[in-house]
């Protein structure tokens, strides 16, 4: 990953940057909408689900009358590839606080039979009408400061193969979640970085949902290797993150019958969390 730790030389702001590029969708005819899905986003091969969730949340975004995801569920259904994908959208109610949608994003296989590769529902408002008041018992993840943290750039690939997305982020990891790539795993189903986008770019409510499902799976630190699919992932999203990098942490209690939740955290530059998320996903036991 090129010197994701350091500040680039130019910050992209948002509307201005690779993702904002990768994620953006045309308007082919109302519901309807036309993307490209980046290679630039792909773990083996296969588009990264959190970056997946933001193009959808774009294209809900368009068609929806609030302009905010506060909560996305969403279900993968087969794996997405990089290359031309159609989103199609349906408003299934608005109301002066919230609007509620889904959006399917289908490709073509080798056939040319269409193929859903995920399918959302997802509540939108405005992040910026909401009051300040908090209560909670919730507290920021005790993460070393950025330079005694390590990303993709400090070692080999954390996946044989390697993954396109390192080079778009800014990930560095906690030394204490680290344990399964020296090849002696903690067993206790833990990741936390530092997170954001190696060009710079602040997080905004898109961004979030990318953050949620951007770190290495949590099986590793539980001495499983190999692709972890996402087969569902709910993302709230609590309030705009203030500028500067992230915090996430992922933890998994219980992994039975090949099955691990995943439950994150993300907290921003001022210690308030603004994004938590829960996914199923599949383990590979031999």
Known sequence: MPEAASAPAARAVIGASEFDRDTAVTRREPGVYDVG?????????AVNGGYLLAVLGRALADSLPHPDPFTVSAHYLTASRPGPAV?????????????TGQASLLQYDDE?????RIRVLASYGDLATLPDDVRTTATP??????????????GPPPVQGGSAIADRLMLKLD????????????????MRAWFGLADGRDADPLSLLLAVDALPPTAFELGLTGWVPTVELTVHVRRRPAPGPLRVSITTRNLAGGFLEEDAEVWDSED???????????????
């Open 37 to 45: 899905l980046s290679a630039g986003w792909t773990i083996f091969n």
């Open 87 to 99: 989103i199609r959208t349906e408003t299934v109610r608005t109301g002066r606080t919230l609007s």
């Open 112 to 116: 040319g039979n269409e193929v859903e």
């Open 141 to 154: 993840p005790a993460i070393p400061p950025l330079d005694q943290c390590f990303g993709p750039e400090d």
């Open 175 to 190: 030394p204490s979640t680290l344990g399964w790539a020296l090849g002696a795993p903690s067993g206790k189903g833990e």
């Open 272 to 286: 308030h969390l603004v994004a938590q998320s829960r996914q199923l996903a599949r383990a590979r036991l031999t």
